[in-house]
């Protein structure tokens, strides 16, 4: 079985451990609508991305 010869140091383990943390989400306001989205992703409140339509907005004549 193997065993540690030393005993890790508080210096050594925290260093290990600094890419366990959460990282931010990118939250912006879109241009265009003012809602928050996630950047670089399609804005789902208007169906845009980088000022292109993506995605049709559903009415009742085109459900």
């Known amino acids: 079985m193997a065993v540690p ?3 890790t140091s508080v ?3 925290n260093m ?3 890419h366990d943390s ?3 989400i990118n939250v912006i306001l879109d241009k265009e609508s003012g809602e928050p989205r996630l950047s670089h992703k ?3 409140a208007t169906g845009t991305y980088k000022g292109r339509e993506i995605l ?3 009415t009742k004549d085109n459900n």
């Open 16 to 18: 290990r451990r600094s």
């Open 11 to 13: 210096s050594k383990r």
């Open 56 to 58: 049709k907005k559903k």
């Open 5 to 7: 010869k030393r005993k």
């Open 22 to 24: 959460l990282k931010k």
């Open 42 to 44: 399609i804005d789902l």
